[in-house]
Nanobody, 127 residues
């Protein structure tokens, strides 16, 4: 199984920004895999937020985050980031990154079948 660790969450006021990080376990090179971000708000199902492909770096976003969130890779740090700007209270959720060995990004941001879900990182947008 793939083990990813999320960090960077916190409390931010509406309109603020946060950058989330997704790091791979030792020996797992993120560049070789599509990596997706998901979130789960209290009382709601987990939903896809964004994905970055392995092959050509194509990116995908859910409609509610387009123009506000940016997903990117830092190969040297073996990390995938989710830059979140213009945050809204409805962005409050636990955020997870995930993949599996066969995962491919698509516009419907489906969940990887064999993902190993970590603790996630809490993002709270509130004044």
């Amino acid at each position: 199984q793939v083990h990813l660790v999320e960090s960077g969450g916190g409390l931010v006021q509406p309109g603020g920004s946060l950058r989330l990080s997704c790091a791979g376990s030792e020996g797992f090179t993120l560049d070789f895999y599509a990596i997706a971000w998901f979130r789960q708000a209290p009382g709601k199902e987990r939903e896809g937020v964004s994905c970055i492909s392995a092959s050509d770096g194509s990116t995908y976003y859910t409609d509610s985050t387009k123009g506000r969130f940016t997903i990117s890779r830092d190969s040297a740090k073996n990390t995938v980031y989710l830059q979140m700007n213009s945050l809204k209270p409805e962005d409050t959720a636990v955020y997870y990154c995930a993949t599996d060995y066969l995962y491919i990004c698509s516009s419907d941001l489906y969940e990887p079948t064999s993902a190993s879900w970590g603790q996630g990182t809490q993002v709270t947008v509130s004044s």
